[in-house]
């Protein structure tokens, strides 16, 4: 995945330092409310580790910003006048950066609805890296309001957080590629190739990657508001 826009530790935790800061949270403040530990958060913040998948979504909501707020900025040197993309002018990836160019003071990125960027290259997915060998590859072009729309990614033994989580919302996944392990509540459920499953968020779960191989499925979250 060397060719998609990628985000590395240093970029996350200076989003992160960023939304503390305009919240005028400490970092003991807001490692208590994402219920994680404060040298954690510090080492995220510092760009010394990545999040898991339950400690992005518990800082998200402590934050009050979508998780999609951590994902790789736009490249604002792309031609954008008024707001308004001449299509015609530029390959289909750099339109996308161009739309990419307002962002309200929340982070999460914004444009006028007539102008949408239906298509997402391969080689153009904003791309997250997270801890333990997990990646999240948006396939949008934007933020969407109340849904993420994801190819994810574990290695052998990954898994999405030591505990398992919740947080508001509906999930689907498909996976494509290898076997996922769901904790649901007192439930567990294995997923090979081809399998799909559906789950409230509300209901405590994690994700591993009990195979051999590579696990990559594709991964819908609605109304992931916490």
């Keep these: ?18 939304a503390r800061q305009k919240h005028k949270m400490s970092l003991r403040d807001l490692a208590r409310a994402a219920e994680i530990s404060a040298s954690m ?7 010394k580790a990545f999040p898991s998948v339950r400690s992005l979504y518990k800082i998200a909501a402590a934050l009050g910003v979508s998780v999609d707020y951590f994902f790789p900025a736009q490249d604002e040197n792309n031609p954008v006048a008024n707001g308004v993309v001449n299509s015609t002018e530029l390959t289909a990836s750099q339109m996308r950066e161009a739309l990419l160019t307002n962002e309200s003071s929340e982070g999460m990125v914004s444009f006028p609805s007539t102008h949408k960027a239906p298509i997402v290259h391969a080689a153009a997915r904003p791309t997250l890296e997270l801890n333990s060998g997990i990646t999240w590859a948006r396939l949008t072009a934007i933020a969407e309001t109340d849904t ?5 990614q574990y290695a052998p033994g990954a898994e999405s957080g030591k505990n398992m989580s919740s947080h508001s919302g509906r999930e689907f996944g498909l ?9 649901l509540g007192f439930e567990t459920y294995t997923l090979g190739t081809g399998d799909s499953i559906i ?6 779960h994690r994700l591993t990657n009990n195979g051999n191989t590579s ?5 819908v979250v609605l109304n992931p508001q916490s």
């Excluded at 996976?175 to 904790?183: A, F, I, N, P, R």
């Excluded at 696990?215 to 991964?219: E, F, N, P």
Aim: charged letters at 25%.
């Design 148 to 152: 993420e729309f994801l190819e994810i």
């Design 1 to 18: 995945m060397s060719d998609l826009i990628e985000q590395n530790p240093s970029e996350i935790g200076r989003k992160l330092w960023a």
């Design 199 to 204: 789950f409230d968020s509300s209901t405590p």
């Design 175 to 183: 996976v494509l590629e290898g076997q996922l392990m769901v904790e």
């Design 41 to 47: 958060l510090s080492q995220i913040e510092t760009g």
């Design 215 to 219: 696990m990559r499925a594709l991964w």
